[in-house]
């Protein structure tokens, strides 16, 4: 079994700052890539950065966040981090963690977090 245990979530005022946190647990060969998702109500999930387990460690961001949140990871601890800055209103959704994983050389699946409430209002 896989667990993705996410962290980190809250209220904050508009211009401030969240950190969000993410592990990944269990059964483990390698983790592909891991990535940030959010879904604000009557909204469709939309993802939000993606960052990949390679040498090159390709990054990618939505347009809306670009410039203000950075995903980043710790390998050795299985964790994915979004340092989160000039919050908006708008960003204010449930922030999903999604890791691309191989259970075994040959089992590859992707597993989901339970999601963290990220509200920016004042």
Known sequence: QVQLVESGGGLVQPGGSLRLSC?????????????????????????????????????NYADSV???????????????YLEM???????TAIYYC?????RTAFRRADYWGQGTQVTVSS
């Open 98 to 102: 999604k890791a691309d994983i191989m």
């Open 23 to 59: 592990t990944a647990s269990g059964s483990i060969f390698k983790i592909n890539s891991m990535a940030w998702y959010r879904q604000a109500p009557g909204q469709q999930r939309e993802l939000v950065a993606t960052i990949t387990n390679s040498r090159s460690g390709s990054i």
């Open 85 to 91: 800055n000039s919050l908006k209103p708008e960003d």
């Open 66 to 80: 670009k410039g203000r949140f950075t995903i980043s990871t710790n390998n050795a601890k299985n964790t994915v």
